[in-house]
Structure formats: structure tokens, C-alpha cells
């Protein structure tokens, strides 16, 4: 099992919408959890970062971690055209390392 | 000011040369990375650097040799360039805060191996 695991999408979702994102991640992964949104020809950055089972809520996006099914989701509320990007799910290992999944690729439909 | 900033940002070389990629931060953060991006998006971290001291070094070649000469500045030499090693080249760096850790990235550096 890789350590951190997304569907590579495409996930296309109309202006408006929910966008669901979702992040499996291994043992290996126990620590801090991230979303990163990358920008074609752009770097990474940060958006999210939730560290205890339950939903944090920032604005129109609401991260949610459960840890006794190695799950973390990002919900994306009332969708922009501009939110279309890569969205890179990253947990933290024990040694300090931080492993990012091969993102999902988000399209919001004006 | 740039926070993290790595040069060149486009490099394109031919095959066998060496290259070195630079990068500086100037958040006064102790801990700095060299992440490899493919061409299907997956980051994969390659170093991790400590207050000049190293701290991860993943199952990455030889021939990639990061320096640090203090703890603003790291450094990716790459030896014998193979075509492989064509990827946008990601300098980050973070200070840890609690649990979590932030990562500041760089623009990047696209390299072509030609």
C-alpha cells in the first residue's frame, strides 16, 4: 500500500457545487494531515491542516480526518471556477517526514 | 521580498552533464527540503536539511548531491544527468509549528534532459 493514496481524478464538478476530494493514507502516516493546491505551472500551497479526528471547518473548505479509517477528505463548498487546480493530500510520518499522495485534479465548470 | 526562491527556473541540458539547482529562503526557518515533481504530478521528496544538518536522504542516486552551506541555502548538484531526471525541482522550506509543518515552496525548476 502506498503511504498516501488519492484518485488521480479528473473530478469535474459545475460552479456551484461540492467538490469532494478524498485522501487514504497507510501506518506509516500517523501524524498531521495536509492539503496542498497546486496550480498548473505552480507550486504547491498550503490550504489545510488538521490533526485530530473530526471536520475543520476554514472559509468554504472543511477538512475531515477520521483515523480509524486512515480517511481525510477535503469538502470544497460552493466551487469557483478558480478552485480548479491539483489538490495534493500530505501526512507527516513519525520521522518527520512529510509524503504527499499523486493529488486529485479538480475542474470547476462555469 | 520571494520567501523561498530557487534558480534557474527553466534548465535544459543534454545528457551526462552536471547541474546545479539553488535555492534560499529568507524566513529564517531551521528546516529546508529538495522535493522531485514528475510528469504526472507526484511530489516526492529527495532531502531533508536541518540547521545544515542531514536529515532525510531518500533512496535517490549518487549522482544528486545537496549541499548546505548554512541554513538559509540548499543546494541540489546533480552529476551524469540521465533523461530520467527530467522534473520540476521543488526547493521548500518549514517551520514546524506544534504537530504540523507547513511547507513554503519555491517556483520550482523545470529541468528537460535532453
Known amino acids: 500500500q502506498k503511504e498516501v493514496e488519492q484518485n488521480s481524478g479528473p473530478l469535474s464538478v459545475p460552479e456551484g457545487a461540492i467538490a469532494s476530494l478524498n485522501c487514504t493514507y497507510s501506518?506509516?502516516?500517523?501524524?498531521?494531515f495536509f492539503w496542498y493546491r497546486q496550480y498548473s505551472g505552480k507550486s504547491p500551497e498550503l490550504i489545510m491542516s488538521?490533526?485530530?479526528?473530526g471536520d475543520k471547518e476554514d472559509g468554504r473548505f472543511t477538512a475531515q480526518l477520521n483515523k480509524a479509517s486512515q480517511y481525510v477528505s477535503l469538502l470544497i463548498r460552493d466551487s469557483q471556477p478558480s478552485d480548479s487546480a491539483t489538490y495534493l493530500c500530505?501526512?507527516?510520518?513519525?520521522?518527520?517526514?512529510?509524503?504527499f499522495g499523486p493529488g486529485t485534479s479538480l475542474s470547476v465548470i462555469p | 521580498d520571494t520567501a523561498v526562491s530557487q534558480t534557474p527556473k527553466y534548465l535544459v541540458t543534454q545528457m551526462g552533464n552536471d547541474k546545479s539547482i539553488k535555492c534560499e529562503q529568507n524566513?529564517?526557518?531551521?528546516?529546508m527540503y529538495w522535493y522531485k515533481q514528475d510528469s504526472k504530478k507526484f511530489l516526492k521528496i529527495m532531502f531533508s536539511?536541518?540547521?545544515?544538518?542531514?536529515?532525510i536522504n531518500e533512496t535517490v542516486p549518487n549522482r544528486f548531491s545537496p549541499k548546505s552551506p548554512d541554513k538559509a541555502h540548499l543546494n541540489l548538484h546533480i552529476n551524469s544527468l540521465e533523461l530520467g531526471d527530467s522534473a520540476v525541482y521543488f526547493c521548500?522550506?518549514?517551520?514546524?509549528?506544534?504537530?504540523?509543518?507547513?511547507?513554503?515552496f519555491g517556483s520550482g525548476t523545470q529541468l528537460s534532459v535532453l
Open positions: 521548500a522550506s518549514s517551520l514546524k509549528q506544534g504537530a504540523g509543518e507547513k511547507l513554503f
Open positions: 501506518d506509516r502516516v500517523s501524524q498531521s
Open positions: 488538521i490533526y485530530s479526528n
Open positions: 500530505a501526512g507527516k510520518t513519525s520521522y518527520d517526514k512529510v509524503i
Open positions: 524566513l529564517g526557518h531551521d528546516t
Open positions: 536539511y536541518n540547521n545544515k544538518e542531514l536529515i
